[in-house]
């Protein structure tokens, strides 16, 4: 039987590495100004970068019916038996109900749609994990419960540069952003079982993502588990102090460099920077994978 793991770009691997792996990937949609891009095809983070911080209206929207039944077609017509397929968590998303809507209807008992619960190299991990598995010839039933065990344990907290962002998607009012702003509070959001949380707030984005650490690692070790750093325009200096400091708690060599997929830098905005904590796959780094 043929299977194949396939996912959306929320998972934020480039392209060079779905071909190393052997995966598909759905690229998912940003609308700047009234005009729709594609991730990873059409647009960048560096170019969004700039398109957020020069003050265009940005929007994300799901893919239209027809485009995600066509992508599964295709792949279906490659010769695939079944499809594992990976969404950003329902919570973040409606984009879990989509696909899950065209399994039940259009590819049902071939296809099966996983909700991480999770963003960036925490839902990447996943998907590592069952193309790993998918290769060793492991049933697809036993992928998913171990999936559901994963994603549970995925750790991610990030704080944005300002509430800027938040405050045009809605998130916050304008007269709570603009004293925010004045003042220099930055939000802290963690993503637990799925969901963003506002976790309080923060003028010390450095002391607050070492101290993270020092928390994971209570309950994570880095022998078991991936710790990455991402960023979407953070600042150099700030990311290269964080850096440092949080491998000197993991070790040296041990911190993998990550960015914000682009229908969360949407809501974010520039000058977010977190911390995921994530499981090895099957005793291996991410990193054996990504390089």
């Known amino acids: 039987m043929k299977v194949l793991i396939s996912t959306d770009t929320s998972a934020v691997l480039t392209y060079d590495v ?3 792996n052997d995966l598909s990937v759905f690229a998912l949609n940003v609308i700047v100004d009234g005009q729709e891009y594609l991730d990873g ?32 077609e295709n792949l279906f017509n490659q010769g695939y038996d079944k499809i594992i397929h990976f969404t950003i968590s329902s919570k973040l998303s409606s984009m879990n109900d989509l696909f899950k809507n065209v399994a039940k209807n ?18 990447l991990s ?28 995925n750790r991610v907290v990030f704080v944005p540069e300002n509430l800027t962002a938040l405050k045009n998607g809605g998130r916050i009012s304008p007269a709570i952003a603009l004293i925010g702003n004045v003042l220099g509070i ?8 799925g969901e963003l ?3 309080g707030t923060t003028k010390q984005v450095r002391k607050l993502m070492i101290e993270s650490a020092e928390k994971f690692l209570e309950n994570y070790p880095a022998s078991e588990y991936d710790y990455t750093l991402i960023n979407f325009d953070g600042k150099p200096e700030t990311l290269t102090y964080i850096s440092n ?14 960015i914000l997929p682009i229908n969360v830098c949407a809501h974010c905005g520039p000058g977010t920077i977190g911390l995921i904590v994530s499981k090895k796959i ?10």
């Open 106 to 123: 259009n590819f049902p008992g071939k296809l099966f749609v996983v909700d991480s619960y999770a963003v960036s190299t925490a839902m």
């Open 186 to 193: 930055k939000p802290i959001i963690s993503l637990t079982d």
């Open 18 to 20: 779905f071909k190393k």
């Open 245 to 258: 400091a949080v491998e000197d708690l993991i070790g040296k060599g041990n911190l993998i460099s990550g």
């Open 126 to 153: 996943q998907v590592l994990y069952a193309s790993e598995e998918v290769k060793k010839g492991t049933p697809i039933e036993d992928i998913l419960k171990e999936i559901e065990n994963r994603k549970m344990i």
């Open 41 to 72: 095809i059409t647009i960048d983070q560096p170019t969004l970068c700039t398109a957020m911080r020069s003050g265009k209206s940005i929007k994300t929207s799901t893919p239209p019916l027809g485009e995600v039944i066509e992508y599964f």
């Open 282 to 291: 099957n005793g291996k780094s991410l990193k054996e994978f990504l390089y």
């Open 197 to 199: 949380q506002k976790e």
